[in-house]
């Protein structure tokens, strides 16, 4: 689009006009109009947009190009068979109008350009005004229509811009829904709307076109406000009508806020002013200059739908006395560009604060409070509106009464005592007229009340001051329970004044990611819930009991905690110290020992005299990471779960949190944490981060910065799980055929998927994690386990019956998929064996390591003393039996015995059938001994044999029972 459309139009080839208005090609006539119109589906409206182009666009010179954004067969096959009454172009995606049109526009001829969304329907003759008023005045550079609504009235006159309402920049459609409407006739506006407007091709391309940054919204207003400081005018023409469907396309408000959050970056400091301002004007209300002055702190995130209104009305009722303080909790919009347009043009009425992260609404407050320098705070939220004499009331209670702590408003959006319609039938309505009503009705009436909502609090500085500002554990919400609480406890009482009234929005900080709003809410009630169990020494009060509420609603319920343990005492000391020190909330702790040579059992016993929570498992041996963890989970009581590692430290709110995220969503069944030493995605790789010595201000910071931060994931690592209870009644324990440890954890959380459970990490949560110091302090061969256990991973998930689709709960198998956590319930005398072929009455089992060669002195010794006639078989297991485990095994398996045996060498095959985990004990249910060889899962195997009541058989045994045999032959 390098050329001037102006002059470029003149030397490509012309178009005819056809006999039903639309443009054809001719070599004299060029178009004079390039009409470019963007497409996403919606083939009805499209049609009739096309077909009204066709009836009422009149002799003017034009070209149709249509955009299909994101192709659709049908609409593309329909507009295709247009022929040369359009020209389409396709966008394999959605790119959105902007981009749309500006592609559009490198392919347009005409002097004018006009952009027509695809759900308006052209009245007779619509064209021909706008290319007048066009014509007449070089300096118009665009042209914009009256649009109806279907019913006839008026959608859009022309475009102004109004100030704080509530945005601070708000483009609003004029005579919106007016049957007549005062723009009756042509006039100057700030901007038109991009449904249809016509622009002059030569100052379009001048300043850019549209700008992209913007995705289907007010890209029209910001190409109008760019070609007005430019110098151009922007008319309405009420001459030309379209009746406009309006917002037809999916997803047309999708990026509302972002588009929004563009406009204000851009044009705040641009502006010279605004169209319609109702605050220029207004009187401020009358005050009392004897009143004490407030520092009035307000704390903001992404708080531009309601910060202005916010701050003008401050202005306008209150008085020289107070000074108003705003601590910005590093807005990700354009809340921070605002506030510093504001100081700087009423630098008398703001004192602004920045911070670099979210600290949240607490330390935000505390933040506000250090800059404080008046006797009486008020803590305003930054979606309040407040009224005349709202502060006068509110002190003269203060002041009334002895020993009052607090005093708040009456508002329309609040809980409690403090609700308006509690006072005042006709509640609702315009702020100043319920304000005035209160204090004709109400004034100087107060009641008492156990808790003050926070979105305005009056209190003494000093006092405040002295309880230590707000809590800082208490991120988002909550935070005025516990404020409201403490006074009471100090003996201070709460007083809400029902002669004040403000007006309050409600929830608007979060509404761009309410899930991470809400899962910020529940971990500050986790974790006020969890000071109130330390204060009242295990038992929390209930709402109802402390602040007379029903919506106080923490996760509570007893948590079990798994903690497997061999060696490493002092690494589990410093873990156990970690979990009593940060866990505030009822616990047991079931301490598994497998195998310690080191005195856990005493220790267990010292905790369990200190504590009187803890369960105590011993196991003579290392019985592995699944088979221990199973013990745990069948003897865990809690409404939740967590398999912890005894080699992590773990972190101030690191269960409450991770809490919180399960009761965020009821679809949500595993949740884990960040950390230093993990796989995958819950990496953190930080280099400030220097060990546990750093670990409380690195955890601060961490949290600072990922506050409220989760990811659904398809993998928790087993160092620390954390689980819903209905999550093991479902799918079981972990798969002991893992052995000693590793891809356990995995093959769970793909079993939990199968059975329809998401699964998440907490991004705000960070814990310590030394490390594999079992595998290191053991002398175990790690890469063979992995190895080995990749395998078998591979062998059930990846080479198995299935693979698991994420999120499908049909998937899910009871047979295969769900594992009891009791061993004894795999493993037993009496199951029924797996089929098989008809055995002699002796069968030997082994499961031998086929990349070893232990496996051969059994078949050696097998060979030499048995022979086919003996009523004896020798079963071979390839475990896991995949098609290349088998083919290996075969193959070694007969150059073995080519070299061992005649024709009449004894019976030995192969056993490959795939079998459940929970049914793995019918592998050993039909044999009558078990042959062990050497191999890194002997003593697994081993195990499960023994467990089955099948005695274990060595090569000595061998002989004795090839002896037995020949004596009976």
């Keep these: 689009m390098a050329a001037c459309a102006e002059t470029q ?204 940054r913007y995705e289907n919204g007010y890209e029209d207003v910001d190409l109008c406000l760019r070609l007005g400081e430019a110098g151009h005018r922007i008319v309405y023409e009420p001459a030309s009508v379209l009746v406009h469907h309006g917002s037809a396309t999916a997803g047309r408000f999708d990026k509302e806020l972002e588009n929004l959050d563009v406009l204000h970056r851009t044009w705040m400091d641009r502006l010279t002013g605004f169209d319609r301002d109702g605050y220029a004007e207004a009187k401020p209300s009358p005050l009392d200059p004897a009143r004490p002055g407030v520092s009035i702190v307000v704390v903001t995130y992404n708080s531009l739908e309601t910060i202005a209104p916010c701050l003008e009305n401050l202005r306008l009722h209150t008085g020289p006395q107070d000074e108003v303080i705003v601590v910005d909790n590093a807005s990700e919009d354009a809340t921070v560009p605002f506030l510093k347009w504001y100081q700087g043009r009423r630098p008398e009425r703001l004192r602004l604060v920045c911070g670099k992260a979210n600290l949240g609404f607490s330390r935000g407050v505390n933040l506000g409070l250090k800059e404080a320098s008046r006797d009486y705070v008020c803590l305003l939220n930054p979606d309040v509106v407040v009224t005349s004499g709202w502060l006068e009331s509110m002190m003269a209670h203060m002041l009334a009464q002895g020993g009052v702590g607090a005093v708040g408003p009456l508002s329309d959006y609040v809980a409690g005592r403090q609700n308006v319609a509690l ?22 009436q107060a009641v008492e009340t156990k808790v003050l909502i926070g979105f305005c609090m009056l209190l003494r500085r000093a006092e405040l001051l002295a309880l230590g500002g707000l809590d800082p554990d208490l991120f988002l919400g909550h935070d005025d329970l516990d404020l409201s609480l403490r006074l009471r406890e100090r003996g201070m009482r709460l007083l809400v004044a029902t002669d004040a009234f403000v007006h309050h929005e409600g929830h608007k900080s979060f509404e761009r990611d309410p899930a991470r709003g809400k899962y910020l809410v529940q971990q500050s009630a986790n974790a006020l819930y969890e000071k109130l169990y330390r204060a009242n020494h295990g038992k929390a009060p209930s709402g109802l009991e402390l602040w007379d509420i029903d919506w106080f609603r923490p996760t509570e319920g007893l948590t079990s905690i798994v903690c497997l343990v061999h060696d490493n005492l002092a690494v589990t000391r410093q873990c156990v110290a970690s979990l009593y020190e940060h866990t505030g909330r009822e616990f047991e702790l079931i301490l598994v020992d497998n195998g310690s040579t080191e005195p856990v059992g005493e220790y267990a016993e010292k905790l369990q005299e200190a504590h009187g929570n803890v369960v105590f498992v011993r196991n003579a041996r290392n019985e592995g990471y699944a088979y221990g963890c199973n013990q745990g989970l069948a003897l865990a009581r809690g409404a939740f779960v967590v398999l912890l ?100 954890d995995d093959d769970y959380c793909l079993r939990a998927v199968l059975a329809g459970f998401h699964l998440a990490v907490a991004d705000d949560v960070f814990i310590h994690h030394h490390g594999s110091t079992t595998f290191r302090s053991s002398g175990i061969d790690y890469p063979s386990i992995m190895a080995e256990n990749s395998e078998i991973f591979r062998s059930k998930w990846l080479l198995g019956r299935k693979l698991p689709t994420p999120h499908n709960a049909e998937a899910f198998s009871d047979e295969w ?124 195997y081993a195990r499960e044999a023994e467990a089955c009541g099948l005695p274990s058989m060595g090569r000595t045994g061998l002989k004795t029972l090839a002896r037995r045999l020949h004596e009976r032959r």
């Excluded at 019913?151 to 049957?179: F, K, M, N």
């Excluded at 409450?656 to 995958?680: C, F, H, K, M, W």
């Excluded at 819950?682 to 910071?701: I, M």
């Excluded at 199951?831 to 070893?852: A, H, S, V, Y």
Aim: aromatic share 6%; net charge neutral; proline share 6%.
């Design 9 to 212: 139009y003149n030397c490509e080839c012309s178009r005819r006009t056809t006999g039903d208005g639309v443009v054809s090609s001719q070599d004299d006539e060029p178009p004079l109009v390039s009409i470019v119109l963007p497409v996403r589906g919606q083939r009805p409206h499209t049609a009739k947009c096309l077909a009204a182009l066709r009836r009422h666009t009149g002799a003017v010179r034009h070209e149709v190009i249509v955009l299909e954004n994101g192709v659709d067969a049908e609409t593309e096959t329909e507009l295709r068979a247009m022929g040369d009454r359009v020209q389409l172009l396709t966008n394999p995606e959605n790119e959105g109008f902007a981009k749309a049109c500006n592609r559009g526009v490198r392919a347009a001829r005409g002097k004018y350009l006009v952009f027509l969304n695809n759900d308006v329907e052209a009245r007779a003759d619509w064209l021909r005004p706008l290319v007048e008023v066009a014509d007449a005045d070089p300096s118009v550079a665009v042209a914009g229509s009256k649009l109806l609504f279907p019913d006839g009235t008026i959608r859009h006159a022309g475009v102004e811009l109004r100030y704080a309402s509530p945005y601070p920049i708000c483009p609003a459609q004029l005579s919106h829904r007016e049957e007549g409407g005062e723009f009756q006739a042509p006039r100057d506006v700030t901007a038109v709307s991009g449904a249809c407007m016509l622009v002059r091709a030569a100052a379009f391309i001048a300043v850019g076109g549209f700008d992209e």
């Design 423 to 444: 006072y005042l039938a006709s509640g609702a309505g315009d702020p100043e007229r319920v304000a005035a009503m209160l204090r004709e009705s109400r004034a100087g």
């Design 645 to 744: 590692n005894n080699d992590v430290v773990l972190t101030p709110h690191w269960l409450g949190r991770q809490l919180a995220l399960l009761t965020l969503d009821e679809t949500i069944g595993i949740v884990g944490p960040r950390s230093n030493y993990i796989a995958g995605m819950q990496q953190v790789q930080d280099r400030s981060y220097r060990g546990v010595s750093d670990l409380r201000p690195f955890t601060e910071r961490w949290f600072s910065s990922h506050a409220g931060g989760y990811s659904e994931v398809g993998r928790v690592v087993g160092v620390c799980m954390v689980m819903r209870r209905h999550v093991i009644e479902r799918i079981g324990g972990l798969d002991t055929g893992f052995g000693l440890g590793n891809f356990e």
């Design 817 to 940: 998929d769900h594992i009891p956590c009791l061993y004894q319930e795999i493993f037993r005398p009496g199951l029924d064996p797996i089929e098989t072929e008809p055995q002699g009455e002796e069968r030997l089992l082994c499961i031998p390591d086929w990349n070893t060669d232990g496996w051969k002195s059994i078949v050696a010794t097998y060979a030499r003393r048995f022979v086919r006639r003996d009523p004896v078989t020798l079963v071979l297991r390839v475990e896991p039996p995949t098609a290349d485990r088998v083919a290996r095994a075969r193959g070694r398996l007969d150059a073995l015995l080519a070299t061992l045996v005649a024709s009449d060498g004894p019976a030995i095959r192969l056993e490959t059938t795939q079998i459940p985990p929970r049914r793995r004990g019918s592998l050993y249910a039909g044999a009558s001994a078990f042959l062990p060889c050497a191999g890194s899962r002997e003593a697994i």
